[in-house]
Nanobody, 122 residues
């Protein structure tokens, strides 16, 4: 069992930055940690993922060069640093954990947090 809790969301102007955190508890070794987002009236989309062991990463094309996923050197926290934010980045951001590599499909993640709202104003 893995429990996930996101934090760090909020309201920011376009061009600004936010850092989201995902605190994981339970047995996280060997898991991939992913960030997804769901905008109003939209499906939940892949944003980024990182393998807990080794630190390999993967990003959606829409956030490459702007977002960075990382994990804490100690403890079980994963971060999503979001720079150059755009109004289109407005969504509820979810942290997820799975055991199927750097997957981008929601169905391949087993555990989910409750989400944190990010709103980018123009």
């Amino acid at each position: 069992q893995v429990q996930l809790e996101e934090s760090g969301g909020g309201l920011v102007q376009a061009g600004g930055s936010l850092r989201l955190s995902c605190a994981a508890s339970g047995r996280t070794l060997g898991y991939t940690m992913g960030w997804f987002r769901q905008g109003p009236g939209k499906e939940r989309d892949f944003v980024a993922a990182i393998m807990w062991s080794g630190g390999r990463t993967r990003y959606a094309d829409s956030v490459k060069g702007r977002f960075t996923i990382s994990k804490a050197n100690t403890g079980n926290t994963v971060y999503l640093q979001m720079n150059s934010l755009k109004p289109d980045d407005t969504a509820v951001y979810y942290c997820a954990a799975g055991r199927r590599g750097l997957a981008s499909e929601t169905a391949l993640y087993d555990y989910w947090g409750q989400g944190t709202q990010v709103t980018v104003s123009s």
